[in-house]
């Protein structure tokens, strides 16, 4: 298949699958669940990876990696196995220079500039779109590796989530208060004029740690210049599609470290995604733009997308089990300090709490 027909092909599907989360929660859930283990990819590649593995009859992926890569850690794909593939940007390395006249300009790396002009470095640019070959563990054989599972709740160590959690906040410049005295009573309100984050002293220390992760995805999608999130009818008022937003990030963080929360009524994306393209619809009536309001799937993948982004910035920082879908760099060892269990052709010796075996 020709890269561009393949870039075509991928879309398509990935375009098929947003068509179902945005008709059905559950459908939805399923991409949350599948980013809670793969949250080092995007979502648009969490999702082709998913409609892969099910065209095959397989096991969802859990550590996916390219064939070379996997060579680097003494693994090697099975033979007879097709590849996985993702969408992987195009790039190229040029050099930024600012002109005497004050403009900026980007040349080749390697090209004299012109004279006066200040060098201002190197920059990678996105210039399209190719086709990745990956495959999951499943599918190679060679040295045993640990694949920790993230399942089991009551491995989770709730306090240390909250204190991961309030790392994030802090880091973006917000305080935590737990208080009994919320406007409203309500579980957690996020205040961009203060800086502050508020959560319901009567709830309990799980509720809590939910409630927190909720009103990070306002923090890190929703604050006063959010284009977007205005566009959802939220930004800091918090309404429309901001709460699903919020809400799924919440949901895939405490997912990927072991905490399931069950079915999110705020996952249901087709009512708040029909009052935005009304909106469009209205702003365009009154524009003289060329711009098309968007489709559901366009509101979909959009929002897929932020969730996805901002929950790998805070599991970055909370580190929970596992690697996140990726293996570690070539140089790193993907065994665990402190688990008694792998991924390979022989069974371990001994409790594999928390661990699960993958990979024949």
């Known amino acids: 298949m020709a890269a561009e027909e393949r870039i075509a092909s991928l879309m398509d599907g990935l375009r098929s699958i947003l068509e179902g989360a945005v008709e059905s929660p559950s459908h939805w859930q399923v991409l949350l669940d599948a980013s809670a283990n793969l949250w080092r990819y995007s979502g648009g590649n969490v999702a082709l990876l998913m409609m892969q593995m099910a065209q095959r009859g397989t096991d969802e992926p859990t550590l996916v990696a390219g064939y070379k890569e996997w060579e680097r850690h003494g693994r090697t794909v099975l033979r007879g196995e097709h590849a996985l593939w993702v969408i992987a940007p195009r790039t190229a390395r040029v050099q930024q220079i600012l002109l005497p006249d004050g403009t900026r300009q980007r040349i080749p790396v390697g090209e004299k500039p012109p004279n006066g002009a200040v060098d201002e470095g190197k920059k990678t640019l996105i210039t399209g779109w190719r086709g990745q070959a990956v495959f999951d563990v499943s599918q190679t054989q060679g040295e045993p590796l640990l694949v920790p599972r993230t399942s089991d709740a009551s491995i989770v160590d709730v306090p240390q989530l909250w204190d991961a959690l309030a790392r994030v906040a802090r880091t973006h410049g917000f305080s935590i208060q737990v208080t009994d005295a919320q406007f409203g009573l309500t579980s957690g309100f996020t205040d961009f004029a203060q800086h502050q984050v508020q959560v319901g002293g009567w709830l309990n220390a799980e509720e809590r740690v939910a409630v927190l992760a909720h009103e990070l995805g306002h923090v890190l999608l929703h604050g006063p210049d959010d284009k977007v999130g205005k566009l959802y009818g939220s930004s800091v008022d918090h309404r429309g599609l901001a709460e699903v937003e919020a809400e799924s990030v919440a949901y895939t963080i405490l ?87 792998f991924a390979g052709p022989q069974h371990p010796v001994g409790p594999a709490r928390g661990l699960e075996i993958s990979g024949p």
Do not use: M
């Open 255 to 341: 997912k990927a470290h072991g905490i399931d929360r069950g079915p999110q009524s705020a996952s249901y994306l087709s009512g708040w995604a029909d009052a935005v393209i009304e909106a469009e619809h209205s702003v365009a009536a009154r524009s003289s733009s060329p711009r098309q309001p968007a489709s559901r799937v366009d509101i979909a993948k959009s929002v897929l997308g932020r969730v996805t982004a901002a929950t790998k910035d805070i599991l970055e920082v909370t580190n929970p089990p596992g690697f996140g879908g990726k293996v570690p760099p070539g140089d790193a060892s993907l065994r665990l300090q402190g688990q008694d269990s």
